[in-house]
């Protein structure tokens, strides 16, 4: 990222996800940051920045300061390069396990489920908060026929465009300014790409042991190992399932 961007106060996410393929949910927080986000999406752009600012103003709504849990929520976009990489990221919906739908009529925002209780919530960028004539070539640089002579000098001006308004416009603002977000009676849900079981996610409520601490529970710190006990339970395990 330019330096200038470096520099620059950035909304951050506090997460929670479970802590194994086949684990409990994790009880240590981790901060994600827009760095992360770039490094998963591939660069950093209007459109990253964008769904970072709608999907701050949205969990602010939906959930003050409690850490988000990714492995509880549903997820609509619209079916962008970078939104879609912001909503997967920062909810933990995949399109594979029908957690992330998508909906082109959403624009720049989001319809978050959370699963466990079924509330749902939506936020939408301000109308015309970003230029109208960015937009425009936003779309006619997607169009064939331009010479690449014409292209290759147009799409310089382009992107600078799009990171003067970052930079004069998006940043000096707060989320919740030009992004609302509300909690929603209902959500009519688009139709999954695909279904399929989450397995990582199916113990993620299961209470910790009461008598056990193991000797790579990365939580357990400055505990002693029981070792009859995990000795009686490891019998128990190599038994194989019933």
């Given amino acids: 990222m330019a330096q200038w961007l470096d520099d620059a106060v950035m909304p951050t996410f506090e997460v929670l996800d479970t802590r194994s393929a086949q684990g409990r949910l994790d009880v240590r927080v981790k901060t994600v940051t827009v760095a992360d986000l770039v490094l998963a999406h591939g660069h950093a752009c209007d459109g990253l920045l964008r769904g970072v600012w709608a999907m701050r103003a949205l969990f602010d709504v939906a959930f003050a300061d409690a850490p988000i849990d990714r492995s509880d929520l549903l997820v609509v976009s619209k079916n962008s390069p970078c939104l879609g990489d912001v909503a997967a990221y920062l909810t933990g919906g995949r399109a594979r396990f029908g957690t992330h739908r998508l909906d082109d009529t959403l624009g720049v925002g989001f319809q978050l489920r959370q699963l466990s209780t079924g509330r749902t919530w939506e936020v939408r960028e301000e109308p015309d908060f970003f230029p109208a004539l960015v937009i425009a070539w936003e779309a006619a640089l997607l169009r064939e026929g331009l010479a690449e002579d014409e292209m290759r000098e147009l799409l310089a001006v382009h992107e600078a465009a799009q990171w003067d308004w ?16 509300r909690e ?49 339970w490891t019998t128990r395990y190599e038994a194989g399932p019933e």
């Fill in 166 to 181: 970052v930079r004069e416009v998006l940043l000096p603002s707060a989320p919740g300014e030009h992004y609302f977000a």
């Fill in 184 to 232: 929603l009676d209902h959500l009519e849900l688009p139709a999954p790409l695909y279904e399929a079981r989450r397995t990582d996610t199916v113990n993620r409520l299961v209470p910790a042991p009461t008598t056990l601490t193991g000797p790579d529970d990365p939580t357990a710190v400055n505990q002693s190992v029981d070792v009859a006990t995990l000795a009686s």
